[in-house]
């Protein structure tokens, strides 16, 4: 069974540090980007102390100290500072490997003014990462004020850099964490393997600072489901040969199955190991129990209040105190004292067993054996436990475009909008802008404004969404209400860009009157009288004449009189000539009636033409 030999030496000698396992260096890229001679893209491992970029990069110059080149005194000893000066590019402080912490390297480079510390390898050797020093007692409070990024690169690319600036050469280099974690989805997993235990030092008491600095943004993020956290707890178990030894006795619960190094390191005072791994396993169901419940969320509740209510030092760590604190969560007692069990008995507890097995590295994620440790999509955070720092983590976590908008609050913003707009699209008329400030750096991406979406490439152009364009700041094109009127030179059909309606003249953007009188566009006839209106114009005539619109023309009132007189004559000589065509037919017919009839009668009394009758009568 693996650790069985590294049980011993984890338990007695190590409180917190490293002490065997599969230990994975979380890296991230460096892009040297001149000088010809070493440019290309490198390796480095990221530090567990500064604040990585996560999500983000860093652009910057190298430069390689004349003395003082381990980094380890203070460069106000050497009157240097690498504070750049505006217009220039960030310096980026190379130092060499040895001597002093890598803290404290950083730390001086800071102070300098650096904007990240490369530390260059003294052997040839894997990336290793560099850690914060255990103990250091007294001055460490300096490892927290750390807020550079820090990089161990390989001694190769140490020698290189180094040789090209002694050659006068500029090496500028581009940092980029924006790879460090997998951002596969629109949900971040991450875990946080902690500890009851508040008797520890500056780790103790950092680990709990973060976890009362971060419990807001944490909730949030868990109740609206962009996350999923799960706290975790460490454990070491005795070998069976020593389960029953004093040791294993004070540092053990369930005969020897999981166990916790003593607070004090002294088993005759204080707290003992058991204690620390009974209050760990409360805090482990205590979240089981929430989570079921649908509130995984107030195990951040719990953590803090515990912390708060029920410290070592006032010798309330126990189980009355967190039981009172559990009832005033309101979550089940019953339940979480069923998952705790039973600490005597000789047999497994589930939680602490699953415990066990998740600290063991699984795909990309190394063993867990630094405590505390975050990780974040099944990668190892590095870097300091602060708030804004691991929420820039998570952020970088979501798959682009899909981050919550605490990921876009000022916690995690960079302000680069604010000079020349970040280089991004902008509409000065309309005051909309492409560039958004995010935790990854900004960002140039067409706005939606008024629920209408922008399309563009977020540099050069950016443009509404046809149909829709007119409703957004009408489309960046003219519009003005007047007397009453509105005109509009932004057209709503699919057409691009703005036109000046009739009336108006100008590129669209702006639009003027148009003076009708003025410039003789219409009315212009010689009765004609001419009046501008906003939009129109109006004409009237003189002398009793009447305007017509469509003609530009005056006309005589009589004229039109006259029209409907000679009108009238039409119809009446009209229906006269109807008239009399018909007198005409009348008579024409009365006449071949008479014929026909004085032709019959006289038919009667003497032979006439042979006519039938019946063809008089046809004719008719
Ligand atoms: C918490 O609950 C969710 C859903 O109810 C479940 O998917 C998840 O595995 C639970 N986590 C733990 C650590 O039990
Ligand atoms: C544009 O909007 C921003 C914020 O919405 C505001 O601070 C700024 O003053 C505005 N600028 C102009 C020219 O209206």
Redesign the pocket.
Known sequence: MRGRVGFLVCIWVLLWGSCFGRFVVEKNSLKVTSPESIKGVYECAIGNFGVPQYGGSLVGTVVYPKANQGGCKSFDDFDISYKSKSGSLPVFLLVDRGDCFFTLKAWNAQKAGAAAILVADSKVEPLITMDTPEEEKGDADYVDKITIPSALVSRSLGDSIKKALSAEEMVNMNLDWREALPHPDERVEYEFWTNSNDECGPKCDSQIEFVKNFKGAAQILEQKEYT?F?PHYITWYCPEAFALSKQCKSQCINHGRYCAPDPEQDFTRGYDGKDVVIQNLRQACF??VA??S?K?WLWWDYVTDFAIRCPMKDEKYNKECAEHVIKSLGVDLKKIDQCIGDPEADVDNQVLKAEQDAQIGKGSRGDVTILPTLVINNRQYRGKLDRGAVLKAICSGFQETTEPPICLSEDVETNECLENNGGCWQDKVSNITACRDTFRGRVCECPMVDGVKFFGDGYTHCEASAALRCEVHNGGCWKKTQEGRTYSACIDDNSKGCKCPPGFKGDGVNCEDVDECKEKLACQCPACKCKNTWGSYECSCNGGLLYMHEHDTCISKDTNTEVSWGFVWVIILGLAAAGAAGYAIYKYRIRRYMDSEIRAIMAQYMPLDNQPNNVVHAEI
């Open positions: 999923q799960t979240f089981k989570n079921e649908g995984p």
